[in-house]
């Protein structure tokens, strides 16, 4: 009876609880593949989520998990942070897409946003910026800077955001650089520091003098300065402490305000699954300072390119382009459609290695 | 397929700096379970090792005492695995998995404000003669010194445990705790500093990330090594020189297959991947077929002296 009588209140006090913090606030959670200190993707991410808390102040409660691992266990931390009663999830990495995709199923009246995925229900919408755009002008950058005509790429996963990367750094710096030359790693990780390193390093030694890395952690930046006479470029986040050498510039994710405008959305219950791919045109996409270790005529065309695309006359997939295996891809002044790019998994011409399945 | 670009010479270095950190956990870990205690927090031991020293080397523009104090930071944390499960009898694997998630908390903690920030590396050894000589000079005797610390450890440790009377003992309590407590041997005592050695060596193997392989701090920077540690005392049969070998044949397999990418080597990405876990596992499987491997017959279980 006195069991009873306690459950029945804890329920009450409970449905109560809730209730009342419905009323009260929205709560907007956040799934990290890495720590929000790995002073790249995860902590730009993170840097997003500060920024909602400080622009809605105490009507928005924010929560996160940080290194929850892709696949299985993912939809472990998904759930539970559905259950614990967030009104919108950000999931802030590719390998979240299926989980995010299960989760949604089991909870439809919670809103999701997957990052950099291209699966969509009711309540999953997809967001990604255009980080091809800043690869365009660091492929531009390199091509000019590299002496020995070899770059170095640490990539992560073989998923089409990543080859984007890849093929716009490429055909950027083989445009203003014939004999450049790209030798690719896949790290098979978004977050290893100590193989980060290595990869870097072993990049170095095979001849490599600029480093581009796909990948999260600042490691390949510290390796390429104890290297010297390497020049790297800060990935997701400005890794601004690694300049003016190594880093002479970076391409920096912001996040901020695309999330301020969805949990706005989520208040003013006006939210609707939709596909956000911004570029540096509306400033999801930021070009990090380029320092004085790049020539003053690098620097403008660099920046000339920067702001050819952010106005639209330019597009970094403008054809003449073949694909690696030599067919043609686009014709004369034809630039790519956004489905070829979202699921591009083929390399330019001129790009050896094959990608791994 | 065109591999002149690798240069040996390098390769064996990076190889010598990847191997590092592992051997110096998994030596450390081998003899606290070879006294019969299983400790999962080598991970958070490590982490805690990589902040810590990074911080004192930072503090004092002294690698050295960075590497001292990371030791220091992970016997500290070690000893409160070694109160909880020797004095307390808590389950050590539950406390094992708590100290690596106290662990990678408190280096989080602890390394926020030196995000981004450089430290003293350590310098290269110049040993007269050995390192003028040609090619092998520069292969073998021209690392830091933690690389032959290391070394010496597993030597240490080899000899300590098959020659010296201690080391006996410590394998005594290992096998049979009931048997050493009879015996008279003081089984809490010798598996606190067993534990409290590991911890140490984990420590160290944590700092060499954070000062020498990569070398700064990032959160979570060591990112799994601790429980590759973990694998390769296993796989090593409980063996010192095996440990050694896993430990190089982990670590070196994992820079040349990134050698082999970056020199375009025409095999599939994902055998190449995958090739540092494979071989290390198969080579240690292989040497470990025949002979006594089994192990510790105590490891894991809790000893109190009146049961």
Redesign the interface.
Same mark, same amino acid.
């Given at each position: 009876m006195k069991r009873r009588t306690l459950l029945a209140s804890a329920a009450l006090a409970l449905s109560l609880g809730t209730s009342a913090f419905a009323a009260d606030e929205v709560t907007a959670g956040f799934i990290y593949v890495? /720590?929000? %200190? +790995? %002073?790249g993707w995860t902590y730009e991410h993170n840097k997003g989520r500060l920024a909602v808390e400080e622009h809605f102040g105490d009507k928005v409660k924010t929560v996160f998990q940080e290194?929850v691992p892709e696949g299985a266990d993912a939809e472990r931390a998904i759930t539970q942070m559905a259950l614990s009663g967030a009104d919108i999830i950000f999931t802030t990495s590719f390998g979240y897409m299926d989980p995010t995709i299960a989760v949604a199923a089991k909870f439809p009246n919670v809103k999701f946003e997957h990052a950099t995925g291209y699966k969509r229900a009711d309540n999953v919408g997809v967001y990604s910026a255009r980080f091809y755009e800043g690869r365009a002008i660091q492929g531009h950058i390199a091509g000019k800077m590299t002496k020995t005509n070899k770059i %170095?790429y640490i990539a992560s996963f /073989?998923i089409p955001e990543v080859i984007r990367g890849i093929n716009s750094a490429y055909i950027h710096a083989k445009k203003v650089n014939p004999d450049v030359e790209f030798?690719?790693?896949? &790290?098979?990780?978004w977050? +290893? /520091? &100590?193989?980060e390193? +290595?990869?870097a390093? *072993?990049?170095i030694? !095979?001849? &490599?003098d600029v480093i581009l890395q796909h990948t999260d952690?600042? &490691?390949p930046q *510290?390796?390429a300065?104890?290297a010297g006479g390497v020049i790297t470029f800060g990935q997701a986040s400005d890794m601004g402490?690694y300049g003016p050498l190594p880093r002479v510039s970076s391409i920096i994710d912001n996040w901020g305000p695309y999330y301020i405008d969805r949990v706005q959305a989520v208040i003013d219950g006006t939210w609707e699954s939709d596909d956000t791919w911004d570029g540096i045109g509306k400033g999801m996409v930021g070009i990090g300072e380029i320092s004085d270790a790049v020539p003053a005529d690098v620097k403008a065309e660099a920046l000339a390119l920067k702001d050819a695309i952010a106005a639209g006359s330019y597009h970094p997939f403008t054809g003449p382009l073949k694909k690696q295996d030599g067919s043609d891809w686009l014709a004369e002044g034809e630039t790519a459609d956004d489905g070829t790019l979202l699921g591009m998994n083929f390399y330019v011409e001129g790009l050896? %290695?094959?990608i /791994? !399945? | 397929m065109d591999l002149s670009s690798i240069n040996p010479v390098l390769l064996v270095a990076s190889i010598m700096i990847s191997a590092t950190p592992i051997l110096l956990a998994a030596i450390g870990e081998m003899v606290v379970e070879k006294s019969g205690v299983l400790n999962l927090g080598v991970e958070g031991m490590m982490i805690t090792g990589a902040v810590v020293g990074f911080a004192a080397a930072v503090g004092t523009s002294s690698p050295e005492v960075g590497f001292v104090a990371a030791a220091v930071a992970g016997a500290a944390l070690s000893l409160v695995f070694a109160l909880l499960t020797q004095v307390f009898l808590s389950n050590q694997v539950a406390t094992g998995l708590g100290l690596t998630l106290a662990g990678l908390g408190l280096s989080s903690l602890l390394g926020k404000p030196y995000e981004g920030m450089k430290s003293p590396t350590l310098p290269k050894l110049d040993i007269p003669v050995l390192s003028d000589l040609p090619v092998v000079g520069r292969m073998l005797f021209s690392h830091d010194m933690m690389v032959y610390l290391s070394m010496v450890l597993v030597l240490a440790v080899w000899a300590f445990l098959k020659f010296t009377r201690a080391g006996l003992i410590l394998k005594a309590v290992g096998e049979s705790h009931e048997s050493a407590h009879a015996l008279g041997y003081k089984v809490v005592r010798i598996r606190v500093a067993a534990i409290v050695f590991g911890g140490a060596c984990a420590g160290l193997g944590g700092a060499y990330i954070s000062l020498v392989r990569v070398p700064q701090w990032t959160e979570g920077m060591t990112a799994g090594a601790g429980w590759i540690a973990l694998a390769i005392v296993v796989f090593a049969s409980w063996r010192a020189g095996r440990v050694m070998i896993g430990a190089y044949l982990f670590g070196g397999v994992t820079v040349l297959q990134l050698n082999l990418q970056a020199a375009g080597a025409k095999v599939p990405v994902a055998l190449l991947s995958a090739s540092p876990y494979l071989v290390t596992i198969i080579v240690l499987v292989i040497i470990s077929a025949r002979g006594a491997h089994a192990a510790p017959a105590s490891l894991g279980r809790s000893f109190h002296a009146t049961r």
């Amino acid at each position: 009876m006195k069991r009873r009588t306690l459950l029945a209140s804890a329920a009450l006090a409970l449905s109560l609880g809730t209730s009342a913090f419905a009323a009260d606030e929205v709560t907007a959670g956040f799934i990290y593949v890495g /720590p929000v %200190g +790995d %002073g790249g993707w995860t902590y730009e991410h993170n840097k997003g989520r500060l920024a909602v808390e400080e622009h809605f102040g105490d009507k928005v409660k924010t929560v996160f998990q940080e290194s929850v691992p892709e696949g299985a266990d993912a939809e472990r931390a998904i759930t539970q942070m559905a259950l614990s009663g967030a009104d919108i999830i950000f999931t802030t990495s590719f390998g979240y897409m299926d989980p995010t995709i299960a989760v949604a199923a089991k909870f439809p009246n919670v809103k999701f946003e997957h990052a950099t995925g291209y699966k969509r229900a009711d309540n999953v919408g997809v967001y990604s910026a255009r980080f091809y755009e800043g690869r365009a002008i660091q492929g531009h950058i390199a091509g000019k800077m590299t002496k020995t005509n070899k770059i %170095g790429y640490i990539a992560s996963f /073989p998923i089409p955001e990543v080859i984007r990367g890849i093929n716009s750094a490429y055909i950027h710096a083989k445009k203003v650089n014939p004999d450049v030359e790209f030798s690719i790693i896949w &790290a098979y990780t978004w977050f +290893d /520091p &100590a193989k980060e390193a +290595d990869a870097a390093r *072993a990049l170095i030694e !095979n001849g &490599a003098d600029v480093i581009l890395q796909h990948t999260d952690s600042t &490691a390949p930046q *510290a390796a390429a300065k104890e290297a010297g006479g390497v020049i790297t470029f800060g990935q997701a986040s400005d890794m601004g402490e690694y300049g003016p050498l190594p880093r002479v510039s970076s391409i920096i994710d912001n996040w901020g305000p695309y999330y301020i405008d969805r949990v706005q959305a989520v208040i003013d219950g006006t939210w609707e699954s939709d596909d956000t791919w911004d570029g540096i045109g509306k400033g999801m996409v930021g070009i990090g300072e380029i320092s004085d270790a790049v020539p003053a005529d690098v620097k403008a065309e660099a920046l000339a390119l920067k702001d050819a695309i952010a106005a639209g006359s330019y597009h970094p997939f403008t054809g003449p382009l073949k694909k690696q295996d030599g067919s043609d891809w686009l014709a004369e002044g034809e630039t790519a459609d956004d489905g070829t790019l979202l699921g591009m998994n083929f390399y330019v011409e001129g790009l050896t %290695g094959e990608i /791994p !399945n | 397929m065109d591999l002149s670009s690798i240069n040996p010479v390098l390769l064996v270095a990076s190889i010598m700096i990847s191997a590092t950190p592992i051997l110096l956990a998994a030596i450390g870990e081998m003899v606290v379970e070879k006294s019969g205690v299983l400790n999962l927090g080598v991970e958070g031991m490590m982490i805690t090792g990589a902040v810590v020293g990074f911080a004192a080397a930072v503090g004092t523009s002294s690698p050295e005492v960075g590497f001292v104090a990371a030791a220091v930071a992970g016997a500290a944390l070690s000893l409160v695995f070694a109160l909880l499960t020797q004095v307390f009898l808590s389950n050590q694997v539950a406390t094992g998995l708590g100290l690596t998630l106290a662990g990678l908390g408190l280096s989080s903690l602890l390394g926020k404000p030196y995000e981004g920030m450089k430290s003293p590396t350590l310098p290269k050894l110049d040993i007269p003669v050995l390192s003028d000589l040609p090619v092998v000079g520069r292969m073998l005797f021209s690392h830091d010194m933690m690389v032959y610390l290391s070394m010496v450890l597993v030597l240490a440790v080899w000899a300590f445990l098959k020659f010296t009377r201690a080391g006996l003992i410590l394998k005594a309590v290992g096998e049979s705790h009931e048997s050493a407590h009879a015996l008279g041997y003081k089984v809490v005592r010798i598996r606190v500093a067993a534990i409290v050695f590991g911890g140490a060596c984990a420590g160290l193997g944590g700092a060499y990330i954070s000062l020498v392989r990569v070398p700064q701090w990032t959160e979570g920077m060591t990112a799994g090594a601790g429980w590759i540690a973990l694998a390769i005392v296993v796989f090593a049969s409980w063996r010192a020189g095996r440990v050694m070998i896993g430990a190089y044949l982990f670590g070196g397999v994992t820079v040349l297959q990134l050698n082999l990418q970056a020199a375009g080597a025409k095999v599939p990405v994902a055998l190449l991947s995958a090739s540092p876990y494979l071989v290390t596992i198969i080579v240690l499987v292989i040497i470990s077929a025949r002979g006594a491997h089994a192990a510790p017959a105590s490891l894991g279980r809790s000893f109190h002296a009146t049961r």
